[in-house]
């Protein structure tokens, strides 16, 4: 399907969805994969199809987000490099499983399944956490998995900004994993990574969230190229999220100068969960050919973002307000 194939209509709700998807990325710092891949699925389009073009959106997303934490030092070159030859491996492993199970009809299936438990146990874990490290943050946390991980002491080992010391060949094995799902579902893998930068290696968490979108950039980049090279990106529906998505960002990222996240993480994480019983009712309408949860699910997850995102953006606008009239007394 080319682009002039998509109603115009279409074609502005993709830029509409991008923006609000955007938005969050740039406030929230999580993937906007979490969205349009499951968005993809929920429209009906192949898990092949959806992955690729995940990959493709996440990999522009995060390239605007990596040049800014580049300005502001939060990148660890040395451990992203790993974490991207880790991730590549990885991502190729799980483009393979992904391949396999299309030959017997079961991608689709498993990976909406993986998608709704995924869904449900980051929106229970953003709930849980209760706050996101703000990119001007500097501490560690030394916790019991990162000591356990510091006691792995398999040569040769590599030290870390925040003075962490490990295993090559745990830091390698852990992108292998993570790399596994993203080449799998279309995720770019940050919202595993950036837990197990901060709580499994000790990382600031400032170079934690640098790192971790330096390393989805160009793992993303990798996985959307495989995809892409077996035509299972779709460029119509890509192109007006990516311009949505552009803008969004840049607004989200600006709008993080003026809110506390913390406010926003429990609606945040509902938001997930409401994606999750989203991708839940697309699977049994599709298994059961129920036409009202096809509808329930593309309302669930497109209206989750945008009202989200409209939150945000409503608050943003309101406190810069207050800002800039405190100013003028």
Known sequence: MSLFELTLPLIMLFVVFGLTVGILFGF??????FFVTPALLVLGHSAPTAVGTGLAFVFWTSLIATLTHRDLGH?????GLLLIVGMTVGIEIGKRVLLVLVSFGLADLVV?????ILLAAVGVFVIHDGRHPALEEERTIVSPSSRALEQISIPPTVSFRGGTEISIWVVLLLAVLIGGLSGFLGVGGGF????????????PGAVAVGTDIFQITISSAYGAFA????????????????????????????????????ELR????????????????????HTYGIGLLHDLSLTLLLGGALVMSMAIL????????EERWAARR
Do not use: C, E, W
């Open 28 to 33: 929230f710092g999580m993937g906007g994969s």
């Open 75 to 79: 990148i660890d070159y040395r451990l």
């Open 112 to 116: 909406s399944v993986l998608y709704v």
């Open 192 to 203: 595993l990574m950036m837990p197990a930068l901060m709580y499994g290696l000790a990382l």
């Open 227 to 262: 995809y892409g090279q077996r035509g299972a990106i779709h460029f119509a529906m890509l192109l007006p999220l990516l311009i949505g998505s552009t803008v969004g960002t840049q607004i989200g990222a600006t709008l993080t100068d003026h809110l506390d996240d913390t």
């Open 266 to 285: 429990a609606a945040f994480g509902i938001m997930l969960l409401i994606g999750s019983i989203s991708v839940a009712s697309k699977t049994i309408s």
């Open 314 to 321: 409503y608050m943003g606008i309101q406190n810069i307000r």
